[in-house]
């Protein structure tokens, strides 16, 4: 028989959907699960998208240009220039999915071999996304207690060697919904261009800033124009995750030229999907108010109602629809696969994702689950009453 590829086996599984099966079970048992394991907003798909895709009226559905749309590809880039940042449609490459954008871009700037710092939790699948790539993660551990802010430029510099090529942040955060300061980007600035290393910032959240701070790209930090990697996608910020359309934006040409040669090699992304991504860039400024008062509204729920929660620890996220919550539990992949599978209130329980799957180090996020709020009011109301009579319930319960 024949066997199955190294590389194949080491490639990591979804922490984040692994508890499917068990979910599947609870439904069939009749039990109602809200869903805070995955960040599919219920949030409508910006104006225009759909409507776009609708009228379309060419006779045939051709390829597109291999880096995706001219036309979308240029009207994108004025977005870009109307935040002051300098980009034109040729620093960017249209990718199917945000995804895409990240493995273009660590093929094209990273060895089998190199390493890149990410600090931790961080996006479970930039372990596959590595993997792939054939590139080493190193992570640098962030604390719950400071709400996981960047550590110290002395903490960067211990774990740089001739192997590191790269930092990796998404920024706001997922999973912790961290927003990065302006101070902590431009000490991430100070330290890529000593080291000579690219900076990677995945911006996919970049519209969900909830603080009186906006979000700043890196693209906007001066001198990092060889060295900044952007990635966006349609995903969130236009409410439009089976799209599958992301972006890859970069000044360095070098870069573009080699992802080039990737994105030729699969062809093209989606056409459809692109018109109505075209469409969405014309969504309202009003839109994008909504959603974000929408999210500081069930942010504001969500957190006030964990940390009135006995030895509940839970920061307020500054950006993203997600937040890492620190449990009385003794064991987070455990007290997960519990509520789905032993535990329900009213017939109604919650499936969360276990903060273990995000963070590298061995032992970290046992206690920590993270949360995405990304159901209505009402919804998320019951989902955390069923958390607190869980934790009462469950018998790892720790004191604390």
């Avoid at 890149?116 to 930039?126: C, D, G, K, L, R």
């Avoid at 961290?178 to 910032?201: I, K």
């Avoid at 979000?215 to 089976?242: D, F, N, T």
Wanted: charge should be negative; hydrophobic fraction near 40%.
């Amino acid at each position: 028989m024949p066997t199955i590829s190294q590389r194949g086996i080491a490639m990591p599984p979804s922490p984040i959907r692994k508890l499917v099966p068990f979910a599947e079970g609870a439904t069939a048992r009749g039990v109602k699960i809200y869903h805070l394991n995955i960040g599919q907003p219920d949030i409508d798909t910006a104006p225009g998208f759909i409507e776009a895709i609708q009228q379309f009226d060419g006779k045939v559905l051709e390829y597109s240009h291999s880096a995706g749309l001219e036309s979308y590809r240029r009207k994108y880039a004025q977005r870009f220039q109307e935040r002051n940042i300098g980009v034109d449609h040729n620093d960017i490459i249209i990718t199917t999915g945000g995804s895409e954008a990240i493995i273009f871009g660590m093929m094209s700037c990273l060895n089998p071999g190199d390493e890149v710092i990410i600090p931790e939790p961080f996006y479970a699948n930039y372990n596959g996304f590595a993997q792939m790539a054939g590139v080493k993660v190193v992570p640098i551990t962030t604390h719950i207690e400071n709400g996981f802010a960047l550590p110290s430029v002395k903490e960067f510099e211990k774990l740089i060697n001739e192997r590191t090529k790269a930092i990796v942040i998404c920024n706001p955060n997922n999973p912790t919904g961290t927003l990065y300061t302006d101070d902590e980007l431009m000490q991430l600035r100070d330290l890529v261009l000593a080291h000579d290393l690219y900076l990677f910032a995945d911006e996919v959240y970049r519209m969900f800033s909830y603080s009186d701070q906006p979000h700043r790209s890196i693209l906007s930090l001066p001198g990092m124009e060889q060295h900044a990697i952007v990635v966006e996608s349609v995903s969130k910020i236009y409410s439009a995750c089976g799209a599958r359309i992301g972006a890859l934006v970069t000044e360095n040409k070098e870069v573009i030229a080699a992802a080039m040669k990737f994105a030729q090699a699969r062809l093209s992304p989606p056409t459809l999907e692109q018109v109505g991504a075209m469409a969405a860039l014309d969504a309202p400024q009003s839109y994008f108010d909504d959603v974000r008062s929408e999210y500081i509204s069930r942010r504001d729920l969500v957190v006030a109602a964990l940390q009135q929660m006995p030895g509940v620890t839970c920061p307020n996220p500054g950006g993203a629809f997600y937040c890492v919550v620190q449990l009385p539990i003794d064991d987070s992949d455990h007290f997960c696969q519990w509520m789905l599978e032993s535990f329900s209130y009213e017939q109604q329980t919650v499936m969360m994702a276990p903060a273990t799957g995000f963070y590298a180090s061995a032992g970290l996020g046992k206690n920590q689950v993270r949360i995405a709020y990304v159901l209505n009011k009402h919804d998320l109301s019951k989902a955390m009453e069923c958390l607190a009579i869980a934790l009462q319930q469950y018998p790892g319960r720790t004191h604390s």
